[in-house]
């Protein structure tokens, strides 16, 4: 019965967290973040950090209230994902170093490395652990350094970055102790001659995509989306692209972009009023801001 009971409170958390993502303000910034203390549940956490963003985006917070909610997402891009990697505790390094301060924290059974790429985004070098002394994933992730806006009164997408995630037995021989220390030169081998260049060589191709003319990608449609997102189903593109469509807020073909996202939506029979109101509001450069 205490099982059950737990189920029902832990749901009516999440959706009464979910319902302030919509018309939450700053004044209920406060209230989230002592329940996010008080509770252990995954799924009321997971909702209560996307609810904060939301918060974020929509309001213009007090400083006070700015700084806590930094504070506690542990990093001041801002990057909401930060909460779940544990920026608080990453070693900040230079780009020239990475690869020496990885060493480091490597022989220590840990990886968590913050440098400087470029004026657009910062690196993450992650290692997410499922217990002490085994690896569960490598992450290699490009944090925006600062944050564009691109959301509607009705519709807040996806928090929008890259990133590249191994899952560490299917690249190393599974044991009993998967232990990062244990495979220092190897993990930073990886990082460095195939993870890294391929977020790198991914992120480059994303914003060739946001500056391509329309007719040109026409052509080579299914080819350009199968190289960049590993897929050209309508169901998974609608979703990326409608996450994206900000890349091509610059493009003069941005219209066109706009109603092929419109068009896939409509293809299988998924589009509701808030994403399709979103895509014409980009699509006219008149998002509102509440």
Request: proline letters at 2%; glycine letters at 4%; one cysteine or more.
């Amino acid at each position: 019965m205490g099982s059950f009971l737990y189920i029902i409170c832990s749901d009516s958390y999440a959706h009464a967290v979910r319902g302030l993502a919509l018309n939450g303000t700053e004044t209920s910034i406060d209230i989230i973040l002592r329940l996010f203390s008080k509770t252990r549940d995954g799924q009321v956490r997971g909702e209560i950090v996307k609810t904060l963003r939301s918060i974020h985006l929509r309001n213009q917070l007090s400083e006070p209230v700015h700084a806590k909610l930094l504070n506690f997402i542990g990093n001041s891009y801002p990057f909401f994902h930060g909460k779940w990697y544990d920026l608080k505790k990453s070693v900040i390094s230079d780009k020239e170093h990475w690869n020496e301060n990885a060493r480091t924290q490597l022989s220590d059974n840990t990886l968590n490395l913050i440098f400087t790429e470029n004026d657009k985004f910062d690196i993450l070098l992650h290692i997410e652990k499922m217990k002490k002394d085994f690896i569960r994933y490598i992450n290699v992730i490009a944090i925006p350094r600062t944050e564009k806006t691109h959301y509607s009164k009705h519709y807040t997408p996806n928090e929008d970055f890259e990133s590249v995630s191994y899952l560490f037995d299917r690249l190393f021989e599974q044991t009993k102790e998967m232990r990062p220390d244990n495979r220092v030169e190897e993990i930073i081998n990886l990082i460095e001659s195939e993870m890294l260049p391929n977020l790198l060589e991914n992120i480059k191709r994303i914003e060739e995509l946001g500056n391509k003319d329309f007719s040109s990608f026409e052509q080579e449609e299914s080819r350009i989306l199968n190289d960049i997102f590993g897929t050209d189903m309508e169901f998974a593109i609608a979703h990326i692209l409608t996450n994206k469509i900000h890349v091509f807020d610059d493009n003069p073909d941005k219209e066109k972009y706009v109603e092929l996202v419109k068009d896939k939506w409509n293809n299988i029979n998924r589009s509701n009023y808030s994403i399709i109101e979103y895509l014409d509001m980009k699509k006219a450069g008149n998002i509102c801001y509440e």
